[in-house]
């Protein structure tokens, strides 16, 4: 998708998205903030948007939220005041494809139904790489295309309307797994359908 598209399709979702999109995305923000939760240190959330997440993340973290859009994060922002969420340090509009900090500066990297938005999604994962401390861990939470079946079928039929549904149905899962410096070490599917899947990865050096 192209950054323009990126920012018009997020324009049109932002005031409705806790309602829509983000009640369906609810069990796969649980799980993610779970395992960070376990994990503690410093966060990083790729593709905050709306801030649904930022609530779950216990209050011993320190959270760091970018999105791109800052109709999002109008709204992330809002969250954070009203509910006093102490424990979320900062909240930046940026780039996923070029992060504004300093190597190894995260011990965990959340991403939660981004990496099939944005343009270059091989850029974003060597970037969250990057900012990653060694030994720390990628939660990545997305749909990822089928090979075959009904929702396969249904998947590819979308696929055109990428940039106005402002994510792609069809998006290959092994467009995340070519980071040399990432480990995948835990595959989830979230629903009965398979609709969302979990893949925790570990980064090796």
Known sequence: MKPEAITA??????????MTF?????????HATRVAN????????????TGLALPFYDASLEVTGIDFSEDMLTRARTKVAEEKLDHVRELRQMDARNL????????????MHLISVVPDPEQVMAEMARVC??????????????DEGWLAWLERKFAPFADYMGWHSNFPKDRVLG???????????????????????????
């Open 9 to 18: 399709s997020y324009r049109r979702w932002a005031p409705i998205y806790d």
């Open 22 to 30: 983000g009640r369906i995305t609810n069990t796969g923000r649980r």
């Open 38 to 49: 376990g994990t503690g240190g410093k966060v990083l959330e790729v593709g905050v948007g």
């Open 100 to 111: 504004d900090f300093p190597d190894a500066s995260f011990d965990t990297i959340v991403a």
């Open 133 to 146: 401390k060694p030994g720390g861990q990628i939660l990545l939470v997305n749909h990822f295309a089928r």
């Open 179 to 205: 980071e040399q410096a990432l480990q995948l070490v835990e595959e989830t599917p979230l629903t009965r359908l398979g609709v969302f899947t979990f893949l925790r990865m570990e980064k090796t050096a």
